[in-house]
């Protein structure tokens, strides 16, 4: 080998050396901080000559340190939870550790996949997996959580929206995990973890996604008045610590796993909590071990009201953020996470609030609450999670108490709940107790020296007294028989829920809990409702030196300038008054003036001049009797006004109506003394601001305001008669149906009954329409609408409807018919109105006799066409007096109020005498006392025929043309009756409750649908949307449109104009009853019938308009007769002077006319001339077949006449 060959070779060795010894792992010490023995352990044979045959266990760890499960305290050094383990390990494998330090995990995994590992010493659910090595059984439990500032609101959303998340960054493929766990947060990386709490603290970051064991350790070690543990995060892998041990390596991993499992359990606890960790980490907290039937029971009620006062801190109560905090908080949250029940917040000021709304059940739920005394059934209460004694915390200036024998004659403030009131008035009646809203409320009396002492629970006593009051007030005594438990309380009934809670809270383990009230026993309160109390004497200290040091400077900076700029100052002052007084005084858009001592006008404004419409040397210098500005009695008064306040220098401010040139004002007047340097007053300023259009508005004002409430006192007088009369109709129906219940099966009496209250129901769903009516409410007026309507048929339908109800009372019950004209033009629902209230009235106030409705026509002479008619109802019952009689029509006015106080409100024969009038009808009463009643209703009416009413049982099913009827209703009794309708009337149905599986079902229909009837309002897609979806589609595909209802209980006017805007043929208001479905789905069958008629009917377009349109043939046969008459006479013009052009044309226009005709012969002799045209043949053919042409035009003609006949 050449020497430079050899130079070479030595090169690349050392190169490689030095490559070598860039990777390779520094050596550390393992530092045992909690040394334990280990127990004896014995290992397979196999296992056991493995470990033999090895001299040291390799361990590797890297540069970034995570505690306390490695603590960087020193380099190169080795220690912490981690550390401690590893001791108790190489105790019981019977091998030292040998710690090797890598700068990152890259390097070390690189070495175990060499061979030169044997494990590592942590691996991480967040860092890359690897089939280098194998995870061992954990030897701490751990999951991911999310760490929050104590004063920051509870966690908005699952997935952290809006929110800045810290994280510790392992790797590229952790933060894109992250993201889609959290995609609406921000992520910030860090490298450290007590940096990425820290950013946290300091509001760099909202929330930090570590490690529980991390959190604790943290948290305690370094914030724990600064942040808390706010919630699991949602993590599909267990993020348990274990250690990392090489696939090379499998005897190792069986033996570290078997070591693992009989290591004690009190050796891994004494190492946490060497390490500040509890015993959550080491041993699994237990499972709630709920039923199947308490987990049935979470699952229905997800969500349920918790009350909690709002000022009882630490407890419960709500930070200047308005946030709700507390150890009740803290206590919610860590509920819901172990039961997966959520919170809704409901504030109460005291805890007999919260008792009363848990009591009414308003609340499912007391979050925090002091028993004590009180009468709670033990069944609702849940195990206490804080007990403390109830305390008296008095002044630090005052004596110590040392008995509470010294509290005789004291005043102490206790809260309005406060159990120890009742014992302390039992024990000690010589202390005066003053009963406080909250606790917060008796130390703010106590530190303002309105009490001597307040009593409250010693942990919110404490609270308040360090962070508040530590200089002014402590805790000097202990009171009362028992302490107080703060427990949760359920609501009667619900002890399901109690069984919840206790599982819950025993799951919480102590420690735990001791954290958590440790954590607001000390942390900062919320400010109480007068922190001025406590700071009040050093911020007056320093208010007072501000203000002299202020006031030092600006004195001397005054004088300064004084010295400087006195002569330019003066000029300027001077200028500015001057500039002032010209600006105050005329440019002031209200009279101003100023008189001297004896009453003179020395100055005024223009306004002044502009109101007397006078100029300035005419009032200048003149007193008001001497300017003659108004008449001479009102200048006197006035003058002496004047002279008044000079006198006794008090200002004058008042309203005056005066009179200038004739005319009327009315202006708000002020006059104020002035004086000179001496004291003495030498003049006043006044002037005035007219205020008569002011005052003009304000009387229009009053008057709207007296009209509105006029107008909204009839509205309510209005609806409350309506809503009184709607009973009348219903009592009567439920009679009917009641007394055919009694009567039991009877077909005849079905049939008539039936009948009866089918019509009743009519009537009261036509008057509930009126009452209804918003448009006729606000305006004010109810206007009759007269309609045909047979007056017999009608009173004696009002007979049939009382009559179940006249004979409960066993009345002997009569109508009496005399008419001669039943057809007349009225207002239906008025008149059964009248009729109907008096009907009611009588049975109702009739408990023996009897009671007959007479109609009769009443002779005389009328216009004709005309008839008058005698409505009469009388009764044996109890009668009116004279008084009664002359205010029974009155509204509220009943015949005996004591008798009948549950049975009306007297607006029955309110309503009948103004619906009386609306029909120009006469209402008159006769009656005495003891003998019974006799309403008449006379009026008169244009007579009309009108044909018998059809009873609901003369609908027949169709036998016609079948229809295909789509039904969209969410409602489903309302879709199975309309179904049911369709059905009756002989339809096919298909039914839909949903708009969108509606638009598919019509989009696939084959054959489509020939009718669509839909529900307006339903969610999701209601039925405007569809109707437009409908109309859109038939518009993209050119088809006919098809009929759509639209069906809603909304009777307003506006609601027809936007049906017809979303594209509906009709808009029906619910119930539709029978009659109105068949009439109307029996003009969609005829005009499908003739739509399916003319589909196969005849040859031509005419035949099939004849048949779908029959009204609009004839106009179309005349003229297309017309038109052919012209066209044959044009025809037979051109023949003779025409051109071939002009023939051809022609031609062809009247073959348009016989295709649409159907008449073959014409349209072929056309033909043939446009073909004798084209081929320019000769002109006597042309004649010839002009004469075909003409021949076929008549006959046609002939044929055409005959079928209009």
Same mark, same amino acid.
């Given at each position: 080998?050449?020497?430079?060959?050899?130079?070479?070779?030595?090169?690349?060795?050392?190169?490689?050396?030095?490559?070598?010894?860039?990777?390779?792992?520094?050596?550390?010490?393992?530092?045992?901080?909690?040394?334990?023995?280990?127990?004896?352990?014995?290992?397979?044979?196999?296992?056991?000559?493995?470990?033999?045959?090895?001299?040291?266990?390799?361990?590797?760890?890297?540069?970034?340190?995570?505690?306390?499960?490695?603590?960087?305290?020193?380099?190169?050094?080795?220690?912490?939870?981690?550390?401690?383990?590893?001791?108790?390990?190489?105790?019981?494998?019977?091998?030292?550790?040998? /710690?090797?330090?890598?700068?990152?995990? @890259?390097?070390?995994?690189?070495?175990?996949?060499?061979?030169?590992?044997?494990?590592?010493?942590?691996?991480?659910?967040?860092?890359?997996?690897?089939?280098?090595?194998?995870?061992?059984?954990?030897?701490?439990?751990?999951?991911?959580?999310?760490?929050?500032?104590?004063?920051?609101?509870?966690?908005?959303?699952?997935?952290?929206?809006?929110? &800045?998340?810290?994280?510790?960054?392992?790797?590229?493929?952790?933060?894109?995990?992250?993201?889609?766990?959290?995609?609406?947060?921000?992520?910030?990386?860090?490298?450290?973890?007590?940096?990425?709490?820290?950013?946290?603290?300091?509001?760099?970051?909202?929330?930090?996604?570590?490690?529980?064991?991390?959190?604790?350790?943290?948290?305690?070690?370094?914030?724990?008045?600064?942040?808390?543990?706010?919630?699991?995060?949602?993590?599909?892998?267990?993020?348990?610590?274990?250690?990392?041990?090489?696939?090379?390596?499998?005897?190792?991993?069986?033996?570290?796993?078997?070591?693992?499992?009989?290591?004690?359990?009190?050796?891994?606890?004494?190492?946490?909590?060497? %390490?500040?960790?509890?015993?959550?980490?080491?041993?699994?907290?237990?499972?709630?071990?709920?039923?199947?039937?308490?987990?049935?029971?979470?699952?229905?009620?997800?969500?349920?009201?918790?009350?909690?006062?709002?000022?009882?801190?630490?407890?419960?109560?709500?930070?200047?953020?308005?946030?709700?905090?507390?150890?009740?908080?803290? /206590?919610?949250?860590?509920?819901?996470?172990?039961?997966?029940?959520?919170?809704?917040?409901?504030?109460?000021?005291?805890?007999?609030?919260?008792?009363?709304?848990?009591?009414?059940?308003?609340?499912?739920?007391?979050?925090?609450?002091?028993?004590?005394?009180?009468?709670?059934?033990?069944?609702?209460?849940?195990?206490?999670?804080?007990?403390?004694?109830?305390?008296?915390?008095?002044?630090?200036?005052?004596?110590?108490?040392?008995?509470?024998?010294?509290?005789?004659?004291?005043?102490?403030?206790?809260?309005?709940?406060?159990?120890?009131?009742?014992?302390?008035?039992?024990?000690?009646?010589?202390?005066?107790?003053?009963?406080?809203?909250?606790?917060?409320?008796?130390?703010? /009396?106590?530190?303002?020296?309105?009490?001597?002492?307040?009593?409250?629970?010693?942990?919110?006593?404490?609270?308040?007294?360090?962070?508040?009051?530590?200089?002014?007030?402590?805790?000097?005594?202990?009171?009362?028989?028992?302490?107080?438990?703060?427990?949760?309380?359920?609501?009667?009934?619900?002890?399901?829920?109690?069984?919840?809670?206790?599982?819950?809270?025993?799951?919480?383990?102590?420690?735990?809990?001791?954290?958590?009230?440790?954590? %607001?026993?000390?942390?900062?309160?919320?400010?109480?409702?007068?922190?001025?109390?406590?700071?009040?004497?050093?911020?007056?200290?320093?208010?007072?030196?501000?203000?002299?040091?202020?006031?030092?400077?600006?004195?001397?900076?005054?004088?300064?300038?004084?010295?400087?700029?006195?002569?330019?100052?003066?000029?300027?002052? =001077?200028?500015?008054? =001057?500039?002032?007084?010209?600006?105050?005084?005329?440019?002031?858009?209200?009279?101003?003036?100023?008189?001297?001592?004896?009453? &003179?006008?020395?100055?005024?404004?223009?306004?002044?001049?502009?109101?007397?419409?006078?100029?300035?040397?005419?009032?200048?210098?003149?007193?008001?009797? @001497?300017?003659?500005?108004?008449?001479?009695?009102?200048?006197?008064?006035?003058?002496?006004?004047?002279?008044?306040?000079?006198?006794?220098?008090?200002?004058?401010?008042?309203?005056?109506?005066?009179?200038?040139?004739?005319?009327?004002?009315?202006?708000?007047?002020?006059?104020?003394?002035?004086?000179?340097?001496?004291?003495?007053?030498?003049?006043?300023?006044?002037?005035?601001?007219?205020?008569?259009?002011?005052?003009?508005?304000?009387?229009?004002?009053?008057?709207?305001?007296?009209?509105?409430?006029?107008?909204?006192?009839?509205?309510?007088?209005?609806?409350?008669? /309506?809503?009184?009369?709607?009973?009348?109709?219903?009592?009567?129906?439920?009679?009917?149906?009641?007394?055919?219940?009694?009567?039991?099966?009877?077909?005849?009496?079905?049939?008539?009954?039936?009948? +009866?209250?089918?019509?009743?129901?009519?009537?009261?769903?036509?008057?509930?329409?009126?009452?209804?009516?918003?448009?006729?409410?606000?305006?004010?007026?109810?206007?009759?609408?007269?309609?045909?309507?047979?007056?017999?048929?009608?009173?004696?339908?009002?007979?049939?409807?009382?009559?179940?109800?006249?004979?409960?009372?066993?009345?002997?019950?009569?109508?009496?018919?005399?008419?001669?004209?039943?057809?007349?033009?009225?207002?239906?629902?008025?008149?059964?109105?009248?009729?109907?209230?008096?009907?009611?009235?009588?049975?109702?106030?009739?408990?023996?006799?009897? +009671?007959?409705?007479?109609?009769?026509?009443?002779?005389?002479?009328?216009?004709?066409?005309?008839?008058?008619?005698?409505?009469?109802?009388?009764?044996?019952?109890?009668?009116?007096?004279?008084?009664?009689?002359?205010?029974?029509?009155?509204?509220?006015?009943?015949?005996?109020?004591?008798?009948? &106080?549950?049975?009306?409100?007297?607006?029955?024969?309110?309503?009948?005498?103004?619906?009386?009038?609306?029909?120009?009808?006469?209402?008159?009463?006769?009656?005495?006392?003891?003998?019974?009643?006799?309403?008449?209703?006379?009026?008169?009416?244009?007579?009309?025929?009108?044909?018998?009413?059809?009873?609901?049982?003369?609908?027949?099913?169709?036998?016609?043309?079948?229809?295909?009827?789509?039904?969209?209703?969410?409602?489903?009794?309302?879709?199975?009756?309309?179904?049911?309708?369709?059905?009756?009337?002989?339809?096919?149905? %298909?039914?839909?409750?949903?708009?969108?599986?509606?638009?598919?079902?019509?989009?696939?229909?084959?054959?489509?649908?020939?009718?669509?009837?839909?529900?307006?309002?339903?969610?999701?897609?209601?039925?405007?949307?569809?109707?437009?979806?409908?109309?859109?589609?038939?518009?993209?595909?050119?088809?006919?449109?098809?009929?759509?209802?639209?069906?809603?209980?909304?009777?307003?006017?506006?609601?027809?104009?936007?049906?017809?805007?979303?594209?509906?043929?009709?808009?029906?208001?619910?119930?539709?009853?029978?009659?109105?479905?068949?009439?109307?789905?029996?003009?969609?069958?005829?005009?499908?019938?003739?739509?399916?008629?003319?589909?196969?009917?005849?040859?031509?377009?005419?035949?099939?308009?004849?048949?779908?349109?029959?009204?609009?043939?004839?106009?179309?046969?005349?003229?297309?007769?017309?038109?052919?008459?012209?066209?044959?006479?044009?025809?037979?013009?051109?023949?003779?002077?025409?051109?071939?052009?002009?023939?051809?044309?022609?031609?062809?226009?009247?073959?348009?006319?016989?295709? =649409?005709?159907?008449?073959?012969?014409?349209?072929?002799?056309?033909?043939?001339?446009?073909?004798?045209?084209?081929?320019?043949?000769?002109?006597?053919?042309?004649?010839?077949?002009?004469?075909?042409?003409?021949?076929?035009?008549?006959?046609?003609?002939?044929? =055409?006449?005959?079928?209009?006949?």
């Amino acid at each position: 080998m050449s020497v430079v060959s050899r130079c070479l070779l030595a090169c690349l060795l050392c190169f490689l050396a030095l490559a070598q010894w860039a990777v390779a792992a520094d050596e550390a010490r393992l530092v045992i901080r909690t040394p334990e023995i280990a127990p004896s352990i014995t290992f397979p044979p196999e296992t056991q000559a493995w470990l033999k045959s090895r001299t040291s266990l390799r361990v590797a760890f890297w540069a970034r340190a995570q505690p306390p499960m490695h603590m960087e305290f020193e380099p190169n050094v080795f220690e912490g939870v981690t550390a401690d383990t590893l001791g108790l390990l190489q105790q019981m494998l019977g091998l030292p550790v040998q /710690m090797l330090h890598y700068q990152n995990r @890259e390097e070390a995994l690189r070495d175990m996949a060499n061979g030169k590992l044997d494990m590592l010493a942590s691996s991480s659910v967040d860092e890359d997996p690897t089939p280098l090595f194998e995870p061992s059984k954990p030897y701490l439990l751990n999951h991911k959580v999310f760490v929050r500032r104590i004063n920051q609101a509870h966690l908005s959303s699952v997935d952290l929206s809006g929110e &800045r998340v810290a994280y510790i960054a392992h790797n590229e493929a952790q933060a894109r995990e992250l993201k889609a766990k959290y995609p609406r947060s921000t992520l910030i990386p860090y490298t450290d973890y007590l940096t990425a709490i820290a950013a946290v603290v300091y509001d760099q970051a909202d929330v930090f996604y570590t490690d529980s064991v991390v959190a604790e350790f943290l948290i305690a070690r370094f914030y724990r008045n600064d942040v808390y543990v706010a919630g699991e995060a949602k993590s599909p892998q267990v993020a348990d610590i274990n250690f990392a041990v090489s696939t090379r390596r499998p005897q190792l991993l069986t033996a570290i796993n078997q070591a693992l499992t009989e290591i004690p359990v009190a050796s891994m606890s004494r190492i946490t909590t060497r %390490w500040g960790l509890n015993n959550s980490f080491v041993v699994s907290r237990p499972s709630l071990n709920l039923t199947q039937e308490q987990t049935d029971w979470i699952a229905a009620h997800k969500h349920l009201k918790v009350a909690v006062s709002h000022s009882d801190a630490p407890v419960t109560f709500f930070d200047e953020r308005n946030q709700f905090k507390g150890l009740g908080a803290d /206590m919610l949250s860590k509920v819901e996470q172990l039961t997966g029940l959520r919170f809704d917040i409901v504030r109460a000021d005291n805890a007999n609030e919260m008792v009363e709304e848990l009591d009414d059940k308003r609340v499912d739920l007391i979050a925090a609450l002091s028993i004590g005394e009180y009468s709670l059934n033990p069944k609702r209460v849940t195990r206490a999670y804080m007990i403390t004694p109830f305390v008296v915390v008095t002044r630090r200036s005052e004596a110590e108490i040392r008995s509470l024998d010294e509290l005789n004659g004291m005043t102490l403030a206790l809260a309005r709940d406060n159990p120890v009131s009742t014992w302390l008035a039992q024990h000690y009646p010589k202390i005066d107790q003053v009963i406080v809203r909250n606790a917060t409320e008796g130390i703010e /009396m106590l530190a303002d020296k309105k009490v001597d002492g307040t009593v409250g629970p010693r942990f919110s006593a404490d609270y308040f007294v360090t962070q508040h009051f530590n200089a002014d007030l402590h805790v000097s005594a202990v009171i009362g028989p028992k302490p107080a438990r703060i427990a949760m309380v359920v609501a009667p009934g619900n002890e399901m829920l109690k069984g919840i809670l206790d599982a819950a809270l025993l799951a919480i383990p102590p420690e735990e809990m001791k954290d958590m009230s440790d954590r %607001w026993r000390n942390n900062v309160a919320p400010a109480v409702a007068s922190p001025w109390n406590t700071y009040k004497e050093g911020v007056i200290q320093i208010m007072i030196g501000a203000v002299l040091l202020v006031l030092v400077f600006l004195a001397w900076n005054y004088y300064l300038r004084i010295q400087i700029h006195k002569r330019q100052k003066a000029e300027r002052d =001077l200028e500015d008054q =001057l500039q002032f007084s010209r600006t105050l005084i005329d440019g002031a858009p209200v009279a101003l003036y100023v008189r001297d001592g004896e009453g &003179r006008l020395a100055q005024c404004n223009q306004a002044y001049l502009d109101f007397f419409n006078m100029s300035r040397e005419q009032v200048l210098g003149k007193t008001l009797i @001497e300017a003659q500005l108004f008449n001479e009695q009102f200048n006197v008064k006035h003058h002496r006004m004047y002279l008044d306040i000079l006198e006794h220098g008090q200002p004058s401010f008042r309203d005056v109506d005066v009179e200038v040139q004739g005319q009327q004002y009315r202006i708000y007047h002020w006059a104020l003394p002035f004086h000179n340097s001496n004291g003495q007053y030498v003049g006043l300023i006044g002037g005035w601001l007219d205020i008569t259009e002011r005052e003009h508005l304000i009387e229009q004002l009053s008057l709207a305001k007296e009209t509105a409430m006029n107008a909204n006192r009839s509205k309510s007088v209005f609806l409350a008669s /309506m809503s009184h009369e709607i009973r009348t109709p219903v009592s009567a129906l439920v009679g009917l149906i009641e007394l055919l219940h009694l009567k039991g099966p009877g077909a005849d009496d079905i049939e008539e009954s039936l009948e +009866v209250a089918h019509q009743s129901a009519k009537t009261l769903l036509s008057l509930i329409g009126d009452v209804l009516d918003l448009s006729k409410i606000e305006a004010g007026e109810m206007t009759p609408a007269p309609r045909p309507t047979h007056v017999g048929e009608m009173v004696q339908s009002i007979y049939r409807l009382f009559e179940p109800n006249a004979h409960k009372k066993n009345l002997d019950y009569r109508l009496v018919t005399e008419v001669q004209h039943s057809g007349i033009l009225i207002d239906a629902l008025m008149l059964n109105q009248i009729v109907a209230n008096l009907l009611s009235n009588a049975i109702k106030f009739t408990d023996q006799g009897s +009671v007959q409705l007479l109609l009769r026509e009443v002779p005389g002479e009328l216009q004709p066409g005309w008839a008058r008619y005698a409505i009469q109802v009388s009764d044996t019952g109890k009668g009116l007096s004279e008084s009664q009689r002359e205010d029974i029509f009155e509204p509220f006015v009943q015949a005996d109020p004591q008798a009948n &106080r549950a049975v009306g409100t007297g607006l029955g024969l309110s309503i009948c005498a103004s619906l009386a009038k609306l029909l120009g009808a006469q209402l008159n009463v006769d009656s005495q006392l003891g003998l019974g009643s006799s309403f008449t209703l006379i009026f008169e009416a244009e007579t009309v025929e009108v044909e018998e009413s059809l009873s609901l049982p003369a609908l027949e099913s169709s036998n016609g043309h079948k229809l295909k009827i789509l039904v969209v209703e969410d409602h489903a009794p309302n879709r199975l009756l309309l179904c049911r309708q369709m059905e009756y009337l002989g339809h096919e149905v %298909w039914p839909c409750d949903d708009g969108e599986a509606a638009l598919v079902q019509w989009k696939n229909a084959q054959p489509p649908f020939d009718l669509t009837i839909t529900d307006c309002n339903m969610p999701r897609v209601d039925g405007y949307q569809l109707t437009r979806w409908i109309r859109e589609d038939e518009q993209q595909r050119a088809v006919r449109m098809h009929p759509i209802f639209g069906l809603t209980a909304n009777a307003q006017s506006e609601i027809i104009g936007r049906c017809l805007e979303a594209g509906m043929t009709r808009c029906l208001f619910k119930p539709v009853g029978m009659e109105t479905l068949a009439l109307l789905v029996g003009e969609v069958e005829q005009t499908s019938k003739r739509r399916a008629q003319a589909a196969v009917a005849a040859d031509s377009e005419l035949d099939k308009i004849k048949l779908l349109s029959p009204e609009s043939y004839g106009p179309l046969v005349n003229e297309i007769l017309l038109t052919h008459r012209v066209d044959g006479y044009e025809l037979q013009r051109l023949v003779r002077e025409g051109t071939r052009e002009d023939l051809a044309r022609v031609a062809h226009k009247i073959r348009g006319g016989a295709h =649409l005709a159907g008449d073959r012969a014409l349209n072929d002799a056309c033909l043939m001339l446009e073909r004798l045209v084209a081929d320019e043949s000769e002109p006597s053919l042309y004649h010839q077949q002009v004469e075909v042409v003409v021949a076929c035009l008549e006959a046609l003609e002939v044929r =055409l006449l005959q079928t209009l006949q």
